[in-house]
């Protein structure tokens, strides 16, 4: 079965860290890729998306994301985290068969 | 303000009984979807719409029902079907297909007793 794997479910980080957030898949043809964060309170909402071109896509707030085909991948990255990222961070995946999926989810904690 | 909106934010039914939960956008978006949310689990893909009048099942259909009557409205239905009920339920839509950004409601949470 297709998956989508969030190797990190609970992540503490102090703030001004890096942070990197994987997010690996099983799919082997074409896919879209999203990641959605929910802060506390809020609806979930789009941080960042591929489709295709730039490997390298640019989210909000900071964040980006690197597609990697080879390793099946899309891994979330921000340089320097603050206190307002703690949320919940989720991977999806569209595949061509109309199918979405999304990752079980990374809690991310940031320490002020 | 554009959005979409899910009513009540907390339900309480009875074991046995059917209970339908709203979901209403006025984003003008074709495609809504409705999703369960466990805790450590993730969103998982119960149904979704891409075109008033049609519906297609996710993942975990079994036990739900939906309809899509008009474009800015898709309910769902949790029958009496469904082994595990008690869960937070999240409505979304997108602009006109399962590839685009999905936009979230705020949930709803049953807890069927």
Redesign the interface.
């Known amino acids: 079965a297709q998956s989508v794997s969030q190797h990190n479910h609970h992540v503490i980080l102090s703030e001004a860290a890096s942070l990197e957030l994987g997010c690996n898949y099983s799919y082997g043809g074409t896919v879209n890729l999203f990641w959605y964060v929910q802060y506390p309170g809020q609806h979930l909402q789009l941080l960042l998306k591929y489709f295709s071109g730039d490997p390298l896509v640019k989210g909000i707030k900071g964040f980006e994301a690197e597609f990697i085909k080879s390793k099946f991948s899309f891994n979330l990255r921000k340089p320097s985290v603050q206190w307002s990222d703690t949320a919940e961070y989720f991977c999806a995946v569209v595949n061509r068969d109309d199918k979405i999926i999304f990752g079980k989810g990374t809690r991310l904690h940031i320490l002020p | 303000d554009g959005g979409?909106t899910q009513s009540p934010k907390y339900l309480f039914r009875k074991e046995g009984q059917n209970v339908t939960l709203s979901c209403e956008q006025n984003l003008n978006h074709d495609a809504m979807y409705w999703?369960r949310q466990d805790p450590?689990?993730?969103?998982?893909?119960i149904y979704y719409s891409q075109i008033v009048n049609d519906f297609?099942k996710g993942?975990i259909a079994e036990g739900y029902s939906v309809s899509r009557e008009k474009k800015e409205s898709f309910p769902l239905t949790v029958t009496s079907a469904q082994k595990n009920p008690t869960a937070f339920y999240?409505c979304?839509s997108s602009p006109s297909?399962?590839?685009d950004?999905?936009?979230?409601?705020?949930g709803t949470r049953l807890t069927v007793l």
């Open positions: 979409i999703y450590g689990q993730g969103l998982r893909l297609q993942d999240l979304a297909g399962i590839y950004t999905q936009y979230f409601g705020p």
